[in-house]
């Protein structure tokens, strides 16, 4: 868990969001360059993150309690209105557990069950796009993945721990 938040402190990368510093001063990264501070902007910036932190498709619902907590600091005028927000995202439920009901799983639930499994880590951007294209429920997609993240586990450097 201390490791999340201390990456959540150091600064977080979001593809193609050019308005998130990653500068290492202060408090945090979580500075919105060259853009106006409000509430929309937060949940959007959240947005692009939540579904990789809780391994799944998020609902802007879902989103815009974590944003609302950046409301006071997007007030004050503080330049890393992000952090409690993205602190708040990596100790809830949505990410520290597994979600999901009893019996047959998701193509999400799939993906990420395979891949902490395999590598203890969350599932890599091919696992998430056929998760997401609704096809590793087949017998063969799911086999080919595991065959690829054992083998990509093997030539890790902490590989070889399933061979």
């Known amino acids: 868990m201390e490791s999340y938040l201390e990456a959540a402190d150091q600064g977080l990368y979001f593809p193609?969001?050019?308005?998130?510093?990653?500068?290492?001063?202060?408090?945090?990264?979580?500075?919105?360059?060259?853009?106006?501070?409000?509430?929309?902007?937060a949940t959007e910036v959240l947005g692009r993150f939540a579904p990789r932190a809780f391994r799944r498709p998020v609902a802007k619902s879902e989103v815009e309690p974590f944003a609302q907590l950046?409301?006071?600091?997007?007030?004050?005028?503080?330049?890393?209105p992000?952090?409690?927000?993205?602190?708040?995202?990596?100790?809830?439920?949505?990410?520290?557990?597994?979600?999901?009901?009893?019996?047959?799983?998701?193509?999400y639930a799939l993906a990420s069950r395979l891949s902490y499994f395999l590598w203890k880590s969350?599932?890599?951007n091919e696992l998430f796009d056929i998760a997401k294209a609704g096809k590793l429920s087949d017998a063969k997609t799911l086999a080919g993945q595991e065959f690829?993240?054992?083998?990509?586990s093997a030539d890790s450097p902490r590989g070889g721990v399933l061979t």
């Open 16 to 41: 193609g969001m050019k308005a998130v510093s990653l500068d290492k001063s202060g408090d945090g990264p979580y500075r919105l360059n060259g853009w106006e501070n409000s509430i929309e902007q």
């Open 148 to 152: 690829r993240r054992v083998k990509l």
């Open 70 to 80: 950046a409301n006071p600091a997007i007030e004050s005028g503080r330049e890393w």
């Open 122 to 124: 969350m599932p890599d």
């Open 82 to 107: 992000l952090r409690l927000s993205v602190r708040s995202m990596l100790s809830s439920p949505q990410f520290l557990l597994f979600g999901g009901e009893a019996g047959t799983l998701d193509d």
